[in-house]
């Protein structure tokens, strides 16, 4: 335990900047959708499928790591998120056309899914005295790296820098956490310390409850990630720079993840998750309508609603399934992003329909007004069942 303790600042700095890389892909991808697209005579649907190669690759990854991550240890798991991240970002550097791009969006996806499946279980079996807080201080990367790629975007598009530079920056984050993991010995999982046996692991995965928010995670995780990646041609003709957008609503996610911890311990996980479903459908209703200034106050109360989703959902898991283990954490990660996956090519169709985005955009808000329904549901369950302590 005590080689634990004396490397866990470094361990969660490297599994910090590893998210780092992992957000700058979605954050830079969403920004080159466009200018790749022309580039490379693609369609928004040709564009869509490439863009759902990240979130099919995602959850590949959490579906193959989850297991391994009892069997091999979290140290291997992202060694190999380093090869295919180092791997991927090189062949979209080098991309030809469509089948490159396809390929390389899988490589950085499957990288991304690698990191998750490792670096969720590292920072619960490091931090179980306030997992869902240090969870949420974790996840301040994602939506902090997404901020960055906005800008590098946008300022390197102002300076008409390639987009191959742009993406080459990836390369800064991922030799930082490729060094700080090197050599680090790594904790065992919770569920390897604590005795949970195999059959007790597979019985948490069919409970009722694991599989209830699996069916949340795939709703919760399309209304956050997958508006995210469309937001430049949802709001063509609002007046307002999608990825300006972007870059506001995931810079007020950072600083609002960051903060969680009084959050949590006022408000249940439950109550969180019910609350952010009933301002995300407020929000993206509001923004399926909006023009000119009300744009950015509309999407600054749907990214107020989507900012606690994933960490929480991860964090609930944990802290009320925690015999599901590592491969629960897993699962659930990668069931939000292979319903991205399936989501993307949908929403690139609806824009090549000459649908509006105002339009889509009220479509997508169905999606946390069915979960405002489900976590109140919830809520009751865990009231009744007297479930609702956290930490």
């Known amino acids: 335990m005590s080689n634990i303790i004396v490397n866990r600042d470094r361990l969660f700095i490297a599994s910090c ?18 200018p790749l697209g ?25 579906i193959i790591g989850g297991p391994l991550c009892d069997v091999v240890g979290m140290g291997k798991l992202l060694l190999i998120a380093f090869v295919f ?10 991309a030809q056309g469509f089948w490159t791009l396809f390929i390389s969006t899988f490589f950085i996806g499957f990288a991304n899914g690698m990191v998750e499946a490792a670096c969720n279980p590292l920072v619960t079996t490091m931090y179980t005295n306030n997992r869902i807080t240090m969870l949420n ?31 080459g920056m990836m390369l800064i984050p991922l030799f930082a956490y490729g060094f700080l993991f090197y050599g680090q ?6 569920r390897i310390t604590s005795g949970i046996s195999n059959a007790q692991m597979l019985k948490a995965l069919v409970s009722p409850l694991y599989l209830f928010m699996i069916l949340c ?71 399926g309508n909006a023009q000119g200034s009300m744009v950015i106050a509309a999407a600054m ?10 960490p929480t959902m991860i964090g609930f898991t944990a802290e009320y399934i925690p ?4 491969l629960g954490l897993s699962l659930m990660g990668g069931a939000g992003m292979f319903a991205t996956f399936v989501f993307n090519p949908i929403l690139g169709h609806f824009l090549d329909a000459k649908t509006s985005g105002g339009e889509a955009l009220r479509t997508v808000a169905i999606l946390p007004l069915i979960l405002v329904f489900l976590f109140t549901g919830l809520y009751i369950y865990m009231k009744k069942k007297g479930t609702t302590s956290h930490s």
């Open 38 to 62: 022309a580039e490379f005579h693609l369609s928004n649907t040709e564009m869509g499928v490439i863009a759902s190669m990240a979130f099919l690759g995602f959850p590949i990854a959490m």
């Open 217 to 287: 995670m795939f709703m919760t995780a399309t209304t956050e990630l997958g508006i995210g990646q469309w937001l430049d041609p949802l709001l063509k003709g609002t007046g307002v720079s999608g990825i300006l957008i972007l870059v506001l609503g995931t810079g007020l996610m950072a600083v609002g993840r960051f903060f969680a911890g009084p959050l949590v311990h006022n408000l249940n996980p439950v109550g969180m998750l019910l609350v952010s479903s009933i301002l995300a459908a407020i929000g993206l209703f509001w923004l």
């Open 301 to 310: 109360v749907f990214y107020i609603g989507v900012c606690y989703y994933w």
């Open 185 to 190: 010995t790594f904790p065992k999982t919770e």
């Open 137 to 167: 201080r974790f996840h301040v990367w994602f939506p902090g790296g997404i901020v960055i790629g906005g800008l590098i975007v946008y300022l390197f598009t102002k300076i008409n820098l390639s987009w191959q530079i742009q993406v």
């Open 85 to 94: 991240h180092l791997f991927g970002i090189l062949l979209t550097i080098f």
């Open 323 to 326: 015999n599901s283990g590592a």
């Open 17 to 34: 900047l590893a998210l780092l890389v992992t957000s700058l892909s979605f954050g830079i991808r969403a920004g080159l959708i466009e």
